[in-house]
């Protein structure tokens, strides 16, 4: 009996003291998990209103990696400060809210740095349910468009929202339970092409060219990245390492979740191509663009999006995130609702133009969805994609959309978990359909644009 007594002591003892150890020295993917869902649940939290329990429950952990299904999360409304960690104290998960440039994850603790970038962000006129779209939010229905987008077969799973513009105007839209129209929804990766857009603006005012190159001040020894240029940054295709893979540590999780200075982590990536000649999808590429346009900016670039983009394009829920260091993370973390999304959608539709202003020149638009040179045709050389989600059996050098007859003309703006809005220019038709769908789901949202198409011929 003394025997066993002493070995459950034991034994004891060892969990406890690996409980400690882990606590102090946490293993990168627990840590990557912990901030993950810290910086998460502070956005969803303080931002777009939502139930940290249903934000854990939904977003974190039912779509995810099996290990966050033992993640706690604790939010401080008082401070504006979201812990998260497995079990509740393994990962040392760390967020906090800044008004103005919303929820940055804190790596290494130091919430005083991260507290030094915000700024007070006016509230920008809401629209008026009464109104027409675009400047309004009432829409036209078409009710065989409704009846379309009402086929959950079609909406695709864990959809929550849609909105079908046509010739400018609202026709359709649905959303999922505890969802509405004024909900703001992340866009992942279609971050990337509202940051190409303020690229693009920056360009129009003649303070960056496509031409430039961003990595060599003139000291040291040039290593090959002074040949990379802002053209070759947004076509993806700067010839740098980085590693996209998201299920494990890797360049983009180590960027997003333990890198409190995300630019510079990916300013010091080697060189691994030649610039131009290789296509690598990169969330860094699109860090590293934010921060060239950001020091462009003379004044409150924080502030720039709002002020020189969603105001003027009426997106009065739309907003960018910035990182621990003060750069807009502009590869993931724009967050806007539906209707939002579809405005600078139609945006890109109408050439840059908005209510009669140029904000974008037309030639850098035709830019943005010609193809880049070395993605074979997948991609275009303003953070768009020529092609949508791909099928489990799509060919490696197949197009995805050839099997439903789209448009030739088509291009999207895509996020992780089947974010899309799919733009026809020869239609005039924009397609937003948001939700939390698992990428390895394989779901095509090919088939609801199609059956769309042929109900308005």
């Known amino acids: 009996m003394n025997v066993k007594i002493k070995v459950g002591a034991v034994l004891v003892f060892l969990l406890a003291a690996s409980a400690v150890w882990l606590h102090y020295n946490p293993p990168e993917l627990f840590r990557i998990g912990s901030n993950y869902s810290a910086k998460i649940v502070c956005t969803n939290v303080f931002l777009a209103g939502r139930n940290a329990d249903e934000v854990m429950k939904v977003d974190v952990q039912s779509p995810g990696n099996p290990f966050l299904k033992l993640m706690k999360v604790s939010v401080d409304r008082d401070s504006g400060i979201v812990r998260a960690g497995i079990l509740g104290f393994i990962g040392n998960g760390l967020a906090v809210y800044r008004p103005g440039t919303g929820c940055a994850a804190v790596p290494d603790g130091n919430i005083a740095q991260a507290l030094q970038f915000q700024f007070d962000p006016r509230p920008l006129p809401s629209h008026s349910a009464e109104a027409d779209w675009p400047q309004g939010s009432r829409a036209v229905l078409n009710d065989k468009v409704n009846q379309i987008i009402q086929r959950d077969e079609l909406a695709g799973p864990f959809m929550r929202g849609i909105a079908v513009i046509s010739h400018g105007k609202l026709i359709a839209q649905r959303y999922a339970p505890g969802f509405t129209q004024d909900t703001p929804l992340l866009g992942w990766s279609m971050t990337k092409t509202v940051n190409a857009a303020l690229v693009g603006l920056q360009v129009g005012a003649g303070k960056l060219t496509l031409e430039q190159d961003h990595f060599w001040d003139g000291a040291g020894k040039p290593d090959g990245r002074e040949q990379i240029t802002l053209a070759d940054l947004l076509a993806m295709s700067s010839g740098l390492e980085f590693n996209e893979n998201y299920g494990a540590v890797s360049d983009v999780t180590r960027m997003l979740y333990l890198e409190p200075d995300m630019a510079t982590f990916v300013h010091g990536k080697p060189l691994q191509h030649t610039p131009g000649s290789d296509w690598n999808y990169s969330t860094g590429t699109s860090v590293l663009l934010a921060r060239i346009w950001m020091h462009t900016v003379e004044h409150d670039a924080l502030s720039f999006p ?98 439903f007859g789209l448009p030739a003309d088509i291009y999207w703006m895509q996020g992780h978990d089947i974010q899309v809005i799919a733009l026809i220019p020869s239609l005039q038709l924009a397609v937003v359909r948001m939700g939390l769908t698992p990428d390895d789901l394989y779901y095509q949202p090919q088939a609801l644009v199609a059956e769309i198409i042929k109900a308005l011929q």
């Open 306 to 403: 709002r002020t020189h983009l969603f105001a003027p394009l009426g997106m009065s829920s739309a907003f960018i995130e910035a990182d621990e260091s003060g750069i807009v993370s502009g590869g993931s973390y724009m967050y806007a609702s539906v209707q939002d999304w579809a405005r600078f959608g139609q945006f890109l539709l109408q050439d840059g133009m908005w209510d009669g202003q140029r904000l974008l020149g037309s030639d850098y638009v035709a830019m943005m969805h010609s193809p880049a040179p070395a993605s074979r045709g997948k991609y275009a050389r303003g953070q768009l994609w020529l092609e949508g989600p791909e099928a489990r059996d799509t060919p490696k050098d197949g197009n995805a959309d050839q099997p």
